[in-house]
């Protein structure tokens, strides 16, 4: 069954440092999302992408962070100028249409040091 | 703004037990719901899926609800296994204004033991 993969599973960074999260959504989906669970909490909602631009953001999802497809299968999160809050598990989701199920990848647990 | 609650918050039982897990929310006007599976440090394993104008979907041993005006959805697990044991998440999707796509809120999760 396909799924949607996520790279690295696990990121260590020092403070201040930019990263980037990568994914590859389901080949034939045409709706991207990424959310984040801090330890303990609930899953939140970062940003939403179709149409190769943003559709939807949230309140966390702010000047420090930007998404990008740069090719026909990677979607990307990239946080800038890293602060400590934003050690987390950072999930990718897609779905083909926007009323169908959001599938999830396994997630990478970013830790900030 | 959407709040999702799920109670219990942890469940423990045995073998063969048929099992309701309880999801409720404060806003009404939800474009559909679903269910997800965590297992510990993993992703989020969708279950099930029920649009707004839908009362229930079943796949194998589980059924999930949904009362809209009410604001609840019940998953209904039949003679679970100690394969089921994992997180079990409710997440309601919503149309903020100005929302294209809508959003998913997630609720904190009911933590399912099985054991044999």
């Known amino acids: 069954e396909p799924e949607v993969t996520q790279t690295p599973s696990h990121q260590v960074t020092q403070m201040g440092q930019e990263v980037i999260l990568r994914c590859v959504p389901i080949s034939n989906h045409l709706y991207f999302y990424w959310y984040r669970q801090i330890l303990g909490q609930k899953v939140e909602f970062l940003v939403s992408f179709y149409n190769n631009e943003i559709s939807e953001k949230s309140e966390i999802f702010d000047d420090q962070f930007s998404v990008e497809r740069p090719d026909g299968s990677n979607f990307t999160l990239k946080i800038r100028s890293t602060k400590l809050e934003d050690s987390a598990m950072y999930f990718c989701a897609s779905s083909g249409q926007v009323n169908q199920p959001q599938h999830f990848g396994d997630g990478t647990r970013l830790s900030i040091l | 703004k959407q709040e999702v609650t799920q109670i219990p918050a942890a469940l423990s039982v045995p073998e063969g037990e048929n099992l309701v897990l309880n999801c409720s929310f404060t806003?009404?006007?939800?474009?559909?719901l679903q269910w997800f599976r965590q297992d510990p440090g993993k992703g989020l394993t969708s279950l099930l899926l029920i649009q707004s104008s839908q009362r229930e979907q079943t796949s194998g041993r589980l059924n999930a609800s949904l009362d809209k005006s009410s604001g609840r959805s019940t998953l209904y697990i039949a003679a679970s296994q100690p394969g089921d044991s994992a997180t079990y998440l409710c997440a309601v999707r919503r149309y903020d204004r100005g929302s294209t796509l809508g959003r998913l809120y997630f609720g904190r999760g009911t933590q399912l033991t099985v054991w044999p």
């Open positions: 806003d009404s006007a939800i474009y559909n």
